[in-house]
């Protein structure tokens, strides 16, 4: 799968849910591996901010990213509407330090990224698989996520809260194509009895009943009421009982758990990769969906690239057959066993190593370990691979080491251990030479990595 962006630009403008001021954001498309950016074209010098997990600096009713003095807040409704058209590549410009709340969901931008259309890119995306279980919580509040391995990518949500209205709802989503209909229409939410506070802190001067659904669950005198609503300077309402307040009728019985969902997307989009897990979530919150987002950004910053994904009952997209096809090495020197995934611009390749490997009696005699040049080696096979297989004729070729840069060996390779080779272009191949970048792993862990140069050579 290649990354995606906007097909064209489009601008929306309305009020500020926090700021109350009039706001313009447009979006635009974006190169390949660009992400997901905010520019503050207000402010001198058009500071952008990269909408990444590290870069976030509050999560009080909404998500806030910063680069210095520049911020950008509620941006989850905007940022999940990206996520969920598959969007990789996107700049967002902003004329003020939030973006404009319009009906409080995600369906407006919905709409308009599918009035603009996207368009698909050269790279290739790059997910974030989940392997293992895993689990962020807070006891204080009972807020828990767990994360689990999924070939796609699911949420399940519970929310319950101690009211007479809103107590205890579930909302899941399967299918992410689904989200535009399910989803996206679900509208904020706030009770009546939190607004004076909120009103207090300088938030929502831009609520009222159009972008948020507001929830009277606490019994008040109508005097009260006014009170309130002259606080926030919207229009008094006459209210006899208990419920929902706005005109507008509900999406759905349970809006508020599917808005729920729609914020946790719009933060997991904050790991700047597509996610393929299931996730769980107990009365999730901005704080703690950002919390579950930073520790998967640490994992990402601490390994570049994930190791593969290796299912040995899955059927090879090459098996030694076809490598012997492709490539002129044989034994001893035929270093890949097998081929597991390919896109346009990377490969991943397979070596089981067993003990019976004919450099091992001289290299250890009593300690049997892969010499590093080896690895190289059949990194640089699997990398002749890629581009072989995209030549007519490849028979007729054959792929020439001319540059081997920035080595690491970080582990030894020992009889039994299964080495997994990603290995992609750097450049584009030019002239018939290939920058590439390969990585060598054993389970979850980087054994090796280095960069190289190959020349690609019509045989005489």
Do not use: W
């Given at each position: 799968?290649?990354?995606?962006?906007l097909?064209g630009?489009?601008?929306l403008t309305?009020?500020?849910?926090?700021?109350?001021?009039?706001?313009t954001?447009?979006?635009?498309?974006?190169p390949?591996?660009?992400?997901?950016?905010?520019?503050?074209?207000?402010?001198?010098?058009?500071?952008?901010?990269?909408?990444?997990?590290?870069?976030v600096?509050?999560?009080n009713?909404?998500?806030?990213?910063?680069k210095?003095e520049?911020?950008?807040?509620?941006?989850?409704?905007?940022?999940?509407?990206?996520?969920a058209?598959g969007?990789?590549?996107?700049?967002?410009?902003?004329?003020?330090?939030?973006?404009?709340i319009?009906?409080g969901?995600?369906l407006?931008?919905?709409?308009?990224?599918?009035?603009?259309?996207?368009?698909?890119?050269?790279a290739?995306?790059?997910?974030?698989?989940?392997?293992s279980?895993?689990e962020?919580?807070?006891?204080?509040?009972?807020?828990?996520?767990?994360?689990?391995?999924?070939d796609?990518?699911?949420?399940?949500?519970?929310i319950?809260?101690?009211?007479?209205?809103?107590?205890?709802?579930?909302?899941?989503?399967?299918?992410?194509?689904?989200?535009?209909?399910?989803?996206?229409?679900?509208?904020?939410?706030?009770?009546?009895?939190?607004i004076e506070?909120?009103?207090?802190?300088?938030?929502?001067?831009?609520?009222?009943?159009?972008?948020?659904i507001?929830?009277?669950?606490?019994?008040?005198?109508?005097?009260?009421?006014?009170?309130?609503?002259?606080?926030?300077?919207?229009?008094?309402?006459?209210?006899?009982?208990?419920?929902y307040?706005?005109?507008?009728?509900?999406?759905?019985?349970?809006?508020?758990?599917?808005?729920?969902l729609?914020?946790?997307?719009?933060?997991?989009?904050?790991?700047?990769?597509p996610l393929?897990?299931?996730?769980?979530?107990?009365r999730p919150?901005?704080?703690i969906?950002t919390?579950?987002?930073k520790?998967?950004?640490?994992e990402?910053?601490?390994?570049?690239?994930?190791?593969?994904?290796?299912?040995?009952?899955?059927?090879?997209?090459?098996?030694?057959n076809?490598?012997?096809?492709?490539?002129?090495?044989?034994?001893?020197?035929?270093?890949?066993?097998?081929?597991?995934?390919?896109?346009?611009?990377?490969?991943?390749?397979?070596k089981?190593?067993?003990?019976?490997e004919p450099?091992?009696?001289?290299h250890?005699p009593?300690?049997?370990?892969?010499?590093?040049?080896?690895?190289?080696?059949?990194?640089?096979?699997?990398?002749?691979?890629?581009?072989?297989?995209?030549?007519d004729?490849?028979?007729?070729?054959?792929?020439?080491?001319?540059k081997?840069?920035?080595?690491?060996?970080?582990?030894?390779?020992?009889?039994?251990d299964?080495l997994?080779?990603?290995?992609?272009?750097?450049?584009?191949?030019?002239r018939?030479?290939?920058?590439?970048?390969?990585?060598?792993?054993?389970?979850e862990?980087?054994?090796?990595?280095c960069?190289?140069?190959?020349q690609?050579?019509?045989?005489?």
């Open positions: 799968m290649n990354q995606i962006t097909k630009e489009f601008s309305g009020k500020g849910l926090h700021t109350g001021l009039e706001i954001a447009r979006f635009l498309p974006a390949d591996n660009h992400g997901y950016k905010f520019k503050r074209v207000d402010l001198e010098g058009e500071p952008v901010i990269d909408a990444l997990a590290e870069n600096v509050a999560t009713r909404g998500t806030v990213i910063a210095g520049a911020r950008v807040s509620t941006i989850e409704h905007a940022m999940s509407a990206l996520y058209a969007i990789d590549n996107c700049l967002i410009e902003v004329n003020a330090p939030e973006m404009p319009l009906d969901s995600a407006p931008y919905c709409e308009a990224i599918a009035a603009v259309g996207t368009v698909e890119q050269k290739d995306k790059d997910f974030y698989y989940v392997k279980r895993f962020v919580s807070d006891p204080e509040t009972g807020s828990s996520i767990i994360v689990l391995p999924d796609t990518f699911s949420v399940d949500v519970k319950n809260f101690n009211s007479k209205v809103l107590n205890n709802q579930f909302a899941s989503l399967e299918n992410i194509e689904t989200y535009a209909e399910e989803i996206a229409p679900s509208r904020t939410f706030v009770f009546v009895r939190e506070p909120l009103v207090k802190n300088n938030l929502i001067k831009g609520g009222d009943l159009d972008n948020a507001v929830i009277y669950d606490t019994p008040m005198e109508q005097a009260e009421l006014d009170r309130l609503a002259d606080l926030m300077g919207v229009g008094r309402k006459d209210v006899s009982e208990l419920g307040l706005n005109e507008r009728p509900l999406t759905h019985d349970n809006e508020p758990a599917r808005h729920k729609l914020d946790i997307i719009g933060d997991i989009a904050l790991i700047g990769r393929k897990g299931r996730i769980i979530a107990t919150g901005h704080t969906n919390v579950l987002a520790k998967i950004r640490r990402i910053k601490h390994q570049e690239v994930q190791a593969p994904i290796y299912n040995p009952n899955k059927a090879p997209l090459m098996d030694n076809r490598i012997r096809e492709l490539l002129p090495h044989r034994y001893p020197f035929q270093l890949v066993d097998k081929v597991i995934d390919m896109g346009a611009n990377y490969i991943v390749g397979v089981n190593i067993t003990a019976n450099f091992f009696p001289g250890f009593q300690e049997p370990v892969l010499p590093g040049v080896l690895q190289i080696e059949a990194m640089a096979q699997t990398g002749g691979l890629l581009v072989l297989s995209g030549l004729e490849p028979e007729r070729y054959s792929t020439y080491f001319m081997i840069d920035n080595v690491k060996f970080r582990q030894k390779v020992v009889p039994g299964t997994l080779f990603h290995v992609s272009f750097m450049t584009e191949l030019r018939g030479c290939a920058m590439m970048k390969g990585y060598a792993f054993v389970g862990k980087i054994v090796t990595e960069e190289f140069m190959a690609i050579i019509k045989n005489k």
